[in-house]
């Protein structure tokens, strides 16, 4: 019987979500369908009562619901920690926060290895926790942010340092991650650190994908830097959303090229 998933958020715009896993289903034979949802905030409690009753599967959750969406779930241990989830289990009736894996598997695919490392994570919201949950038990992990207080109070949360931006260009990084939406589509097209951290040679993760290649990107290859591009961590997050939902291995490949040609053609 075909199983229906789907992906909820407010508002929707252009998701990557829908063709991305309806890619991974044609590739592995899954009978599954993958749609949106634009649920208005007055309306989410109604469609998570509506997605139970009609069988509903599986769902990822975006902005504005990863925090809202906690009390209707059992929570995953990673999902307890961070505070925010991205996918549900509707048949095991847990939620999980797959971004932590988005993150490890952009940079594993890459070819970076997040052991040992003296990290900078640029931000201090949702994508900010996800990356120093997933990166602070096996790297020194230091937050900056345009908002001390917020970024203070992440630092503190998990127990790491917070860095005023003023200080930053006296330190090493062995790996700068953007979490800002600075270089995304619709938002400043400006670097989230100065050219000359960049000019150290750090590796550099932008988990912003749209555009596919950022102004970021685009400087910290001039500068030699390795470069690990938003696109991996939207493909490994889906891609571990798939693997709960379906129990199969994702083909992680076909689901990139579908990403990639989809952002092509919103361009
Ligand atoms: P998300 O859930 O996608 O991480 P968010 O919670 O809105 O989004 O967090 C966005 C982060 O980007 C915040 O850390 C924000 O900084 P502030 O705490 O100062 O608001 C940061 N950010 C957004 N716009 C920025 C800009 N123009 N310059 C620098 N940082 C910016």
Redo the contacts with the bound molecule.
């Keep these: 019987m075909m199983e229906v998933f789907g992906v909820i958020g407010y508002p929707l715009g252009h998701s990557m979500s829908p063709v991305m896993h309806n890619a991974a289903f044609r590739e592995t034979g899954y009978q599954g369908i993958y749609v949106p949802f634009e649920v208005r905030p007055e309306n989410f409690e109604s469609a998570i009562e509506g997605i139970k009753a009609l069988g509903i599967r599986g769902i990822n959750i975006t902005?504005p619901y990863k925090e809202r969406i906690l009390e209707f779930f059992r929570q995953r241990r990673e999902v307890r920690e961070i505070g925010a989830a991205n996918t549900v289990d509707l048949k095991r009736k847990t939620c999980h926060n797959t971004d932590v894996d988005g993150v490890i598997g952009a940079l594993q695919s890459s070819g970076v290895d997040a052991k040992d490392m003296e990290v900078l994570v640029v931000?201090?919201?949702?994508?900010?926790k996800a990356c120093v949950y997933a990166l602070k038990d096996d790297n020194e992990v230091y937050i900056t942010?345009?908002?001390a207080k917020?970024g203070v109070e992440l630092a503190e949360r998990f127990d790491v340092e917070f860095i005023e931006r003023e200080r930053l260009e006296t330190l090493k990084f062995d790996l700068i991650i953007n979490?800002?939406?600075?270089g995304m589509k619709g938002f400043?097209e400006k670097l989230?650190v100065s050219e000359k951290i960049l000019g150290k040679k750090p590796a550099v993760f932008d988990m912003v994908y749209n555009p596919p290649e950022t102004l970021l990107i685009r400087k910290a290859l001039s500068y030699g830097c390795k470069a690990v591009s938003g696109v991996d961590m939207l493909v490994y997050q889906g891609a571990k959303a798939f693997e709960i939902f379906t129990g199969k291995k994702a083909p992680v490949e076909v689901m990139k090229k579908a990403v990639v040609s989809e952002l092509k053609k919103i361009a």
Excluded: M, S
């Excluded at 931000?123 to 900010?128: F, I, Y």
């Excluded at 979490?179 to 600075?182: F, K, N, V």
């Design positions: 902005i931000g201090a919201g949702g994508a900010a942010n345009r908002t917020k979490a800002t939406p600075l400043p989230p």
